[in-house]
């Protein structure tokens, strides 16, 4: 009974998620495509309108780093990343075996050993993003800017005893690894339910929604009247 009541828990904390990357992508996409981007920049250089496109920037910004904090939020009662591995481990392959009810064949020959060896993917992955520096950083900008206005949060003390200054990240690094919190997501939902979520399509399609965009905007600066 207790691992019925923790698979329908892992299935209601999966569909949240799963539900949230969507609009994530986006705002990945969005940010990386506008960042360091020369072309893009021409556009709204010198320019008043480019002030606008600026807090987009940061607003998009903003609501990723609110959409890892919370995929990563280690509350018991979080629907989160971190609670979907408690289960994980806890069930092992026992997990995959709904995709074995609808036709993949758990008595396939070598099908339990493919599982485990997905299983520990998804450990590995989990262990690695857990661990990088940027979770730290974004959740003291998402305690002390964000979420409240603090100075010397206990996140920060706690994450960064010797000084917060020399943590040495940059957007990059963050982009970095709100992708790789995406893909350890289609992961693991597709180890539970055999669904794909294909983050490169995904992405592919707000990359086509940014060109549009941007190619049809003209040089602001050139075409605005002065304020």
């Not at 002390?144 to 949060?153: N, R």
């Not at 040495?168 to 709100?178: A, T």
């Amino acid at each position: 009974m207790a691992k019925d009541t923790d698979l329908i828990r892992l299935d209601t904390i999966l569909a949240r998620l799963t539900r949230q990357r969507t609009a994530a992508i986006s705002y990945l996409t969005f940010l990386r495509d506008m960042t360091d981007n020369d072309s893009r920049y021409v556009k709204y250089k010198s320019s008043y309108g480019g002030h606008v496109l600026n807090l987009a920037q940061i607003g998009i910004e903003n609501s990723l780093i609110l959409y890892c904090n919370r995929v990563w939020d280690q509350n018991p009662d979080a629907q989160s990343i971190p609670n979907s591995i408690k289960i994980f481990r806890g069930l092992g392959i026992k997990i995959a075996e709904k995709r074995a009810a609808f036709g993949e064949g758990d008595l396939a020959p070598g099908w339990k050993e493919r599982q485990t060896v997905k299983l520990n993917e998804i450990i590995s992955n989990y262990e690695s993003i857990k661990m990088s520096k940027v979770r730290s950083v974004i959740r003291i900008i998402r305690t002390e800017s964000l979420a409240h206005l603090l100075e010397e949060s206990r996140d920060r003390k706690k994450d960064f005893p010797l000084g917060y200054e020399n943590h040495n990240i940059n957007r990059n690094d963050f982009y970095k690894y709100s992708e790789h919190t995406i893909r350890l997501i289609d992961l693991m939902a597709y180890f539970r339910s055999g669904k794909v979520y294909d983050y490169n399509e995904t992405c592919s399609v707000f990359q086509s929604y940014c060109n549009a965009f941007w190619d049809n905007l003209p040089i602001l600066s050139e075409v605005e009247n002065s304020v």
